[in-house]
């Protein structure tokens, strides 16, 4: 089996993170999620993880409620980190090699994000996991997931969510909206139906040409077919 991508980025979101549960960390959804990762990785492909925050800090969310907009942020991407750590020792239970890098630099838990270092443990076989975003507030983890899959050299984003892909409309609210096997960037990004992915990222992505794979995660097998180049999900391209 050989992948049809040499280097990927995988968004995880917050939410996903939390499973069945309200909030928080589901640990069986973290180790089924381990396992649909290591299935991937087994065709060959490097693999950068970034991750959400949502299923324990919004920033956003915190800021509306009356935080200051740079603080809350901040309490997000530490958010992330967790998610990330959580991430990292489900790979390593498998027996995967990884290494953990953050933009707020915790020594004591992670290597500081150098992204000559991180791309030498892709090469190196090593999945490099990610988490505190940017470091900065005011960008969302999509944006950051965008920004990193560019400084990365990886050849495509894989944005892992609940639904199977890009729909014309929102499916929740209209129950006759198509989905799509492929877009163009320029379409998503001029089309405010579609909310898959933030339109800051999406801007990224189209002025670099960088294509985004859209796939379900609950699926059993989703993340691995998309990475060999099976019809999984949207591709927007």
Excluded: W
């Amino acid at each position: 089996m050989t992948p049809k991508y040499k280097r990927i980025l995988l968004k995880l979101s917050g939410e996903a993170l939390k499973g069945k549960r309200e909030f928080g960390i589901d640990p069986d959804f973290i180790n089924y999620l381990a396992q649909e990762i290591k299935e991937a990785y087994k065709t060959g492909v490097q693999i950068a993880i970034v991750t959400g925050g949502g299923n324990i800090f919004r920033g956003l969310a915190g800021s509306k409620a009356g935080l200051d907009r740079a603080t809350a942020d901040y309490m997000g991407m530490i958010a992330t980190i967790f998610n990330a750590m959580a991430i990292q020792d489900s790979l390593e239970k498998l027996g995967l090699p990884t290494r953990l890098q953050t933009a707020l630099e915790i020594k004591q838990v992670a290597e500081p994000f150098i992204r000559r270092k991180a791309i030498h443990h892709m090469e190196k076989g090593r999945i490099v996991v990610l988490g505190g975003g940017t470091g900065l507030p005011f960008i969302t983890t999509d944006m950051t997931a965008a920004m990193r899959c560019l400084e990365l050299g990886c050849e495509a984003l894989f944005k892992a969510t609940k639904v199977d892909g890009v729909y014309e409309d929102d499916p929740h609210v209209n129950k006759q909206a198509k989905k799509l096997d492929k877009i163009s960037l320029d379409e998503v990004f001029k089309n405010d139906k579609i909310r898959i992915i933030d339109k800051e990222a999406i801007s990224l992505c189209r002025e670099n040409k960088l294509p985004i794979v859209v796939f379900n995660m609950y699926e059993k097998g989703a993340l691995k077919k998309a990475v060999l180049g099976q019809q999984i999900g949207t591709t927007i391209k």
